[in-house]
């Protein structure tokens, strides 16, 4: 009998083994607003989430970025940040290679304010688009910015780029992986040694801290 309770206990326990270690997991701090980045057949629409009327921005030639994946050409413009969210509209799109008519792709709009506390990064402004494994494709970099509290303040919310692969002609899917690595290099930035006020390097170092726990798994993050 007492053996038949000691492995019952045990057989109750081996489950938890593996599993409460991810239950206990805080959730990360930073989400992306887009897993997936649905492209239209032809021409630039809008984001369907972002609930917005009439036409993307035009872009004129000059304006696009482009670097090539594949067979075809990754192209993003951004204009901003603006406004005390320090938003920015970005227009992502993809071409076929020698094919100058043929763009398709999407606009959305997202705050850099994290951008706030970092002031810089790599020593250089934010790059939409990069080759961030140097495997000769190209991908797009989203900057969106996460809060370090509730009801934050001007001062209080992290810069986090997340990575999008194309994985098709239309669909750029998030890269979580590649996301990491970025998640890692802005934790390094933000615990650089700078003279600013108390305030923004305590702000800084929560930053830090929360990049860092998405970039090692420590965090929960659904994918």
Known sequence: MTVQITLV???SIVPCLS???E???QPCSM????QVLKL???GLSWMPEEDLNGNCPMVAESEWIHAPTGNHHLMVSSTGPAGSGHYSTITVAVQNRGEQEQVHGVCLTTATIGWRILQQFNHKPLTWIDDIDKDGNAEIILWT???LREDPTSIEFGLMGWVY???SENT???DVQLSRKIAQELAKEYQEPIRTSEAILFNRDKAAKALQSFASGACHFKE
Do not use: T
């Open 172 to 174: 750029l899917r998030i």
């Open 9 to 11: 206990v045990f057989m």
């Open 31 to 34: 989400l992306p607003v887009y």
């Open 19 to 21: 599993l409460c270690g």
């Open 23 to 25: 239950v206990r997991k």
């Open 145 to 147: 910015s996460f809060p």
């Open 165 to 167: 692969r194309l994985s």
């Open 40 to 42: 239209p057949n032809q």
